[in-house]
Every structure is written in structure tokens, then in C-alpha cells.
């Protein structure tokens, strides 16, 4: 008996211990949104997949009224740098003019929810604190984000301890293996805007382009029948592809950290088994269906793209 209840005192200790591990997670990942949009700071990282570094840097800050500013910049290949200021986000791109658009966050490397209210994870994911470790010389936390199932994968965060800013983050496997991590390689917290922050806020942006409500395509003739829990669709329209001049209808959907896109086309051929290519985290998946090209396009594992895919019906059809 006395066992029996040394047994029940150790499940209820650990249940206990992982409640507040839960707890403490989640108070860093608010402090680290927090610091994402408070904070005056310039900082470089890379993205590191398939042995590859692509470098970045970026500035964030905010002035005495208020406003956010932001500028992230690609550093090799063609400029390419995503500016915003407010609510307003421009982008200047090799081959186009430039452009803005109304918007909360820039689109880039770390997901946006990481300065967002965090709690629309909790469906889809756990908040786990597992200890410290030392990044770019400082001390810091480190926070797991767990997929609740198999068709996602999770995300590591390193946080820096004094402030709450990102250091590293990593995606990993079920089975715990790295597919694609970002290293900061430099951090400088200022009390004010940097002078670069200063121009931005000084700087006329390029006017602001509004998309034609005819884009907005609220329905097609085929719809996604599956998802994995939590993802929903942000976004629907209807454009060509820059290269190709193809014509594609598309859906966006979102479980708040992970994106994937979903593209159907007229094809030319009848059908055409699954294809895969990988880069890093992210699955590009084409396979043709009675004459339709299906493709998904998101950091998901390549069984979760396959069953997407395959969930996809048309008015009209069998499928």
C-alpha cells in the first residue's frame, strides 16, 4: 500500500513539474513577443538548410510615438529588402518596381506569430521549457515547441535570457532530426532608433498598391477536405505565375506558425503520379488528377502534403 501511494505522490510531482514547465514556457514565448515589438535592436542570422547559409540582417525599433519600424535584408545574391513602417510594408525586388502594401508583419525567415499573441499555437502545439545553454556569448533559454501530432513538425527556440530576443531556432523531426535551424550571428540593443531606423522613418515609401476585389476568389470549383487540426484558410485568389504566365487558383492556409500553400491548374496531361523536391523543411509536392495540376508547398512532412493533396475534390467529378 505505502508503494501504491509513493507511486501516486511521483505521477502527481511530475504532472506537477511538467504544469510548470508548460507555464514557464509560455511566459517566455509572451516575453519574447513582447521584445519583438518593443525593442530598438539591429541583429544578423542565417538560414541554414541542405548545407547552404543564407545571410540577413535585420533592424526593428520604435519612436516616441509609437510607431515600428523595420528592415529586412537579404545580404547575398540580388537586393532584395522588406521595409515597414507602421502599417505600411514595402518591398524592393530585382526586375519590378517597387511596391507597399497594408500590413501588420513582414513576411521573412522567423514567423511572425513569434511577436503575436502566442495562444493560437496551444491547439496545435506544446509549450515546453527544457533547461539553458550559452548562443552569440549570451546566456539563454531554451523552449520547445511540440507538434500535438505527426503531421507537423516542432520548433526549438533559444532565447536570450536578459531580453527575450531570439538566438537560434531549429526545426526538427518527430524523430529528432535537424532540418533547417537560424543562427544570430550579432545583436545590438540600442535605447533609440539606429540611424538606419531614423532614415526609414525620414524616407517616402512607394505607393501603396490595393490587390482588385476580382482577385478575392471566395470559391472555386474544388475544395480541401482535409487539414491537419488547427489549420485554417487565410487567403484565396486567383493570379498567374510570374514565369510562366500560367494561370492557378489558390488557397493559404495557416495553424499560425507553419504556411501551406495549395495551387490547382488546367494540365495538358491526364495524370501524373506525386512528386516530391525538398528544400530544408519545406515540401513542394506536384501531382496531375483528370487533368488538373495539384501542387502543395509548405514546411510539413511529405505523408501530410500526400494526404492534402489527395483530399481535394471538384464539382462535377468523382473525386
Do not use: C, M
Given at each position: 500500500m505505502k508503494k501504491i501511494y509513493i507511486g501516486l505522490l511521483l505521477i502527481v510531482a511530475s504532472g506537477l513539474a511538467n504544469a510548470n514547465d508548460n507555464v514557464q514556457a509560455k511566459s517566455w514565448?509572451?516575453?519574447?513577443?513582447?521584445?519583438?515589438?518593443?525593442?530598438?535592436?539591429?541583429?544578423?542570422?542565417?538560414?541554414?538548410?541542405?548545407?547552404?547559409?543564407e545571410p540577413y540582417h535585420w533592424y526593428h525599433g520604435?519612436?516616441?510615438?509609437?510607431?515600428?519600424?523595420?528592415?529586412?535584408?537579404?545580404?547575398?545574391g540580388p537586393r532584395k529588402d522588406i521595409l515597414r513602417k507602421g502599417s505600411v510594408i514595402s518591398y524592393i525586388e530585382p526586375e519590378r518596381a517597387p511596391y507597399s502594401v497594408v500590413g501588420k508583419q513582414i513576411s521573412g525567415p522567423i514567423p511572425s506569430v513569434f511577436s503575436q499573441d502566442?495562444?493560437?499555437?496551444?491547439?496545435?502545439?506544446?509549450?515546453?521549457?527544457?533547461?539553458?545553454?550559452?548562443?552569440?556569448?549570451?546566456?539563454?533559454?531554451?523552449i520547445r515547441l511540440v507538434a500535438k501530432d505527426a503531421q507537423r513538425y516542432g520548433y526549438w527556440l533559444w532565447l536570450d535570457q536578459d531580453t527575450g530576443l531570439l538566438l537560434k531556432t531549429a526545426l526538427i523531426t518527430r524523430q529528432g532530426h535537424l532540418l533547417e535551424q537560424i543562427q544570430f550571428t550579432y545583436l545590438d540593443i540600442t535605447d533609440s532608433l539606429s540611424p538606419t531606423?531614423?532614415?526609414?522613418?525620414?524616407?517616402?515609401?512607394?505607393?501603396?498598391?490595393?490587390?482588385?476585389?476580382?482577385?478575392?476568389?471566395?470559391?472555386?470549383?474544388?475544395?480541401?477536405?482535409?487539414?491537419p487540426l488547427g489549420f485554417e484558410r487565410v487567403k484565396t485568389d486567383r493570379h498567374r505565375i510570374s514565369l510562366t504566365k500560367q494561370a492557378v487558383e489558390f488557397m493559404?492556409?495557416?495553424?499560425?506558425?507553419?504556411?501551406?500553400?495549395?495551387?490547382?491548374?488546367?494540365?495538358?496531361?491526364?495524370?501524373?503520379?506525386?512528386?516530391f523536391v525538398k528544400d530544408g523543411a519545406?515540401?513542394?509536392?506536384?501531382?496531375?488528377?483528370?487533368?488538373?495540376?495539384?501542387?502543395?508547398?509548405?514546411?510539413?512532412?511529405?505523408?501530410?502534403?500526400?494526404?492534402i493533396a489527395d483530399s481535394i475534390s471538384f464539382r462535377g467529378s468523382n473525386r
Open positions: 514565448l509572451e516575453r519574447l513577443a513582447t521584445s519583438l515589438q518593443s525593442l530598438n535592436f539591429s541583429t544578423s542570422f542565417v538560414v541554414v538548410k541542405n548545407n547552404q547559409a520604435v519612436d516616441e510615438k509609437g510607431v515600428e519600424f523595420e528592415i529586412l535584408a537579404l545580404l547575398n502566442i495562444t493560437i499555437l496551444e491547439k496545435s502545439y506544446d509549450f515546453v521549457s527544457v533547461g539553458k545553454s550559452r548562443i552569440l556569448g549570451r546566456p539563454a533559454q531554451i531606423l531614423a532614415h526609414l522613418a525620414q524616407a517616402e515609401l512607394p505607393k501603396v498598391i490595393e490587390l482588385p476585389e476580382s482577385n478575392q476568389v471566395a470559391n472555386f470549383a474544388w475544395q480541401v477536405n482535409w487539414l493559404l492556409f495557416s495553424d499560425g506558425l507553419v504556411d501551406v500553400s495549395v495551387y490547382v491548374s488546367p494540365s495538358a496531361i491526364a495524370q501524373r503520379k506525386s512528386e519545406t515540401i513542394v509536392l506536384n501531382q496531375v488528377v483528370n487533368n488538373k495540376e495539384i501542387s502543395v508547398v509548405g514546411k510539413i512532412p511529405s505523408t501530410t502534403a500526400k494526404a
